[in-house]
Structures are given as C-alpha cells and as structure tokens.
C-alpha cells in the first residue's frame, strides 16, 4: 500500500513544471564541497555519522537483543526503551541553539561515547543499563545531530546550501544504515551480542577522533589578531582628519581636533 502511494505521489510530482521554464530531465549529481568548508564539513559529517550510528544500533538490533538475550517479552518495555533515545533526542535538540553548534557536538560526542562504552560491555543484554544506554544516546544524539547540521547551515553560501546539505545527510544515513548491516553480517559467524560488543568499540574508539577534528577545525577558523605581522595603517590625510574633527553647531572640538592642524601646520626641522 505504501508503495503504491509512493508511485502515485512521485508520478504527480514528475509532472509538476514550473511556470515560464521549460521541464529538464533530472540528472544525479556529484555533491561538490567547497575548499574552504572541507574541514568544518567533514568534522561535521564525522559526528552526525556516529550520531545515527548509535541511535541506528538502538532502532535496529537493540530490540532483538533484549527479546534473545535479556528474556523481555512485553513489547511495551522494548519500545520504550527504544523510544526514549528518540524522545531525549528531541528534547535535547532546542539546546543547540543556546550552547551552539560546537559545544553541543562536542557535549554530544561525550554522551555518545558513554553510551557506546555501554554497550561494548554488556552488549545490551541489561535492561537497567541498557536504558541508561538509550538515554544518553539520545542526549547524544540530539545534541551532536543538531549541532553538526547547525554548524554546515551556518557556514554554506547561499547558493550551495542544498548541495552540502545534502552531502551531509548522505554521511548520516550511512551512519543509521552501514553499522546495523555489519553487525547482522557478523552474526552470521559470532553471536549478536558479541557483534554489538565489536561495532559499538569500534565506534567508540572513532568518538575521540571526531571531538579532536572538531577542536582542530575551531582552531583554525579563528581569526588572527593583528601582531607583529600585521600592517602598518599609513598616515591620516588632513582634509580627512578635518573632516572627521569639524564640530556640529553648537558644540566645541576637542583638545585633541584643536590640536591637529599643528601637526602639519609646523615647519619643518
């Protein structure tokens, strides 16, 4: 059923033209980022990959974990879990906006590897700590999610806002999809919690790796403050200085704009 909606729909949009244009055969494109948003992009797309990569586990394989492993059979306890990795994502989001886009990536990042940490232990087969798992993957989530996608809006040009946003939401579906198909690869010869065990290490170790690009990339964004290096500013010209010394009506110069001409009314020595 949904498939034939998504037929219908997709036929009725392909005929849509716009007015006074003449309809263009749709092409895939490369996505191209420019030189100098590579480094903000790829710290960027490296936190929101491993931002879905955990909340994909949680959505993917997490419920199978704790139906096999944990013997829970209410379905209720298995969507909550799940759920509220979505729920405190959404409720950490808003505070991007307050902390901005780096802080919150990199506070994210911190939950984020807690909660992969956790999971490399237990391999989600405890329910109390794999709820405690859940809550800080979502915090994670929301924070280094939104964060990363704040930071590339904020950056791209106007004209290339679609392109790179779309190149950066490519790197978080792969990050929601790539994992939770190797962990189901990897069960084909190990057990499902050694394979979440395996992927959730493995991304924790790239976390640290992600904060250091992000700190590196700030480092470098920052403007430098004018020092030794810096140039000289020549000298002021006298129509210049008289004009921006000429008292309004009704007011008296300044020592200092009384004093001006004499710098250039002095002879000579």
């Known amino acids: ?58 959505l993917a394989v997490i419920p199978a974990v704790l139906s096999r492993h944990a013997g829970i059979d209410n379905l209720a306890v298995i969507g909550g879990i799940v759920g509220a990795v979505l729920a405190f994502s959404v409720l950490s989001q808003p505070l991007v906006a307050r902390c901005g886009a780096r802080p919150a990536q990199l506070v994210g990042l911190g939950a984020l590897l807690l909660s ?11 329910l109390p700590v794999t709820l405690l798992a859940a809550v800080a993957a979502g915090l994670g989530h929301g924070l280094a999610y939104g964060g990363s996608s704040t930071a590339v809006d904020m950056a791209a040009p106007d004209e290339q806002r679609a392109t790179i946003s779309s190149a950066l939401y490519l790197a978080f579906y792969l990050g929601a999809g790539v994992p939770a198909v190797a962990v189901g690869i990897v069960t084909l010869w190990y057990p499902l919690t050694a394979a979440i ?20 990339t700030d480092r470098s964004s920052r403007p430098r403050t004018p020092g030794h290096g810096s140039r000289r500013v020549g000298p002021v010209s006298r129509d210049r200085v008289r004009a921006m010394t000429v008292p309004t009506e009704g007011t008296r110069p300044s020592i200092a704009a009384e004093a001006a001409p004499a710098a250039w009314d002095r002879p000579p020595r």
Not at 116 to 126: D, I, K, P, Y
């Open 197 to 216: 065990s395996w992927l959730s290490a493995l991304a924790a170790a790239l976390v640290p790796l992600a904060g250091a690009a992000l700190v590196f």
């Open 116 to 126: 992969l940490g956790v999971l490399a232990l237990t391999g989600g087969g405890s």
């Open 1 to 58: 059923m949904h498939l034939a909606l998504l037929a219908v729909g997709w036929r009725r949009v392909s005929a849509v033209t716009a007015r006074g244009s003449r309809p263009v055969a749709w092409r895939p494109t490369r996505p191209r980022i420019p030189a100098g948003l590579r480094r903000l992009f790829g710290a960027a797309a490296a936190t929101g990959f491993l931002a879905w990569t955990t909340a994909g586990l949680f």
